[in-house]
């Protein structure tokens, strides 16, 4: 590799069941290691105290359906009347310039994006998969 290529960094992918501690570890992992937070899209309201392309990129439902139109997602997903997802872009930028990610989805979006790495010219052989179990049923 020449002296002006990157390396691509890596995609960490955290996912498990609510409750299980992904958004403390997510947090714990941004503060202390040099990894880029992912920040994905929602068509919901922001709840009180967050902010946009901080905690989420908060779009219009209308936008969001015509992104997807477009194949700008990863993965997305309609949960309880709202649409979430991933956008490609959020991880290929950081990605192509050799920043570790880490990114914190439940498990069906983990699974697509895994699937959709072994064949992703940016992601093959760049994700890998974290799945948090609660240290028991009482915890979670």
Do not use: W
């Not at 202390?32 to 922001?46: D, F, M, Q």
């Not at 309880?80 to 439940?106: A, F, Q, R, V, W």
């Not at 992703?120 to 609660?134: A, C, E, G, R, S």
């Amino acid at each position: 590799m020449s002296e002006n290529q990157t390396t691509k960094g890596l995609l960490f992918i955290i996912s498990g069941p609510a409750g299980s501690g992904k958004t403390t570890i997510c947090e714990g992992l941004i503060a202390k290691e040099n990894v880029h937070r992912i920040i994905t899209t929602t068509t919901r309201s922001p709840r009180s105290g967050e902010v946009n392309g901080v905690d989420y990129n908060f779009l219009s439902k209308t936008l969001f359906e015509k992104m997807i139109a477009k194949d700008y997602f990863y993965e997305y997903a309609l949960v309880h009347n709202n649409h979430y997802g991933t956008e490609k872009k959020s991880i290929i930028d950081p990605i192509m310039n050799g920043h570790n990610c880490i990114l914190n989805i439940d498990v069906q979006g983990a699974r697509t994006i895994r699937e959709k790495a072994e064949t992703d010219i940016v992601l093959k052989d760049q994700v890998k998969t974290i799945f948090i179990m609660p240290p028991s049923v009482e915890a979670l």
